[in-house]
């Protein structure tokens, strides 16, 4: 990996914190915000809406996180937030927890300074696309400099759009650390917009736009300061590592971890009292409002045996939200 904050991306430890949902100078048509993000004053620390410092602190020792990603927004008071939080992170976490921000907007030299003084290792910036191949001499490449005299890693961090060699010259002129390039993605939030633009979804494939993938990696792939991370890798690395992470943490004694990182464990409507009758040890049920939470494998055999009369298997993400991924019937 080309950086620090990459590499706790790919292992699944990067918190996202996404701070702020108002663009004021930026209406990019590939932006994949969603209607819970775009437009909006919410802070979200990986899935859950943030009502307190402590929920941000909450959901990074859910997940062991290794470091933040912050994103989102581009006015000041989302410099005033994402300070704030950097300090909160440093403060519980120590100096080894890295911190990278990803903005579309340059900011100048006393926010440079502002965000290297609350605790930002890397900022990774997002140029508009209608200027890519014309930001020498701009304050895109002003910006680069002054990041780095302030005591941060200045980067790009882009769209896979189309190949684009001035970020090369970049680099090579010891002005920006490294380039990430992203697939260029579909979401709910973009889907419309890039349709209007003349995109379509890659066959086959959920979310990767079917454009100039391999003229991009013709161009900037072989540069060793380049990396250009894939939908896949997003989905079956990146995103299934993270929500490993997260299960190890929450997991109760009988809930099961699959391969995906989800968790799975049985539910029944019946009476409490009938487990205790049947001797069923504590540590494989839990009692909840109006149902029982218990070992998937313990209550299908209950079921066979004549113990109980229905129930289900339940497939869930361990996540804040807890989304159900899978419900099988026993009965």
């Known amino acids: ?46 899935e859950r809406r943030v009502e307190s410092d402590e929920d941000v602190l909450t959901e990074a020792h859910r997940m062991d996180a290794l470091g ?7 006015p000041q ?33 006393e926010n440079m300074r502002r965000l290297s003084e609350a605790g930002l290792d890397e900022i990774r910036f997002h140029p508009p696309y209608e200027q890519w191949g014309e930001l020498h001499g701009t304050e895109w490449e002003e910006i680069l400099y002054i990041a780095r005299e302030e005591g941060l890693t200045p980067a790009f961090e882009i769209p896979g759009i189309r190949a684009e060699a001035e970020f090369l010259e970049f680099l090579d002129e010891g002005a920006a650390e490294f380039c990430n390039i992203n697939e260029f993605e579909m979401s709910d939030g973009n889907y419309r917009r890039m349709q209007e633009q003349g ?55 009988f809930d099961d971890i699959t391969d995906d990182g989800t968790l799975v464990y049985g539910k029944t409507y019946a009476d409490p009292e009938r487990f205790e009758a049947l001797g069923v040890p504590e540590e494989f049920y839990t009692v909840k409002t109006n ?37 099988t019937p026993l009965a």
């Open 77 to 109: 008071e989302a410099l005033g937030r994402t300070c704030h939080y950097l300090e909160l992170l440093k403060d519980e976490f120590g100096e080894d927890h890295h911190t990278h921000l990803y903005t579309g907007i340059t900011g100048g030299r």
């Open 199 to 253: 995109y379509e979804l890659k066959e086959d494939h959920m979310s990767a736009v079917d454009g100039d993938r391999e003229d991009i990696l013709e161009v900037m792939g072989d540069h060793e300061r380049v990396y250009f991370c894939t939908s896949v890798f997003k989905d079956a690395a990146q995103h299934r590592r993270r929500l490993k992470r997260i299960a190890r943490n929450v997991r109760r004694e």
């Open 68 to 74: 933040t990603s912050i994103t989102g927004g581009e």
């Open 291 to 327: 149902h029982v939470e218990v070992a998937w494998w313990l209550l299908e055999e209950m079921i066979e045996e004549g113990d109980l009369e229905d129930g289900e298997i339940v497939e869930q993400y361990p996540t804040y939200d807890g989304q159900v991924v899978e419900r």
């Open 1 to 46: 990996m080309i950086s620090k904050g990459c590499e706790q991306c790919a292992k699944g430890g990067k918190m996202v914190l996404f701070v702020y949902g108002y663009c004021d100078q930026r209406d990019c048509f590939y932006c994949p915000l969603g209607e819970n993000r775009k437009n909006v004053t919410d802070v979200y620390a990986n």
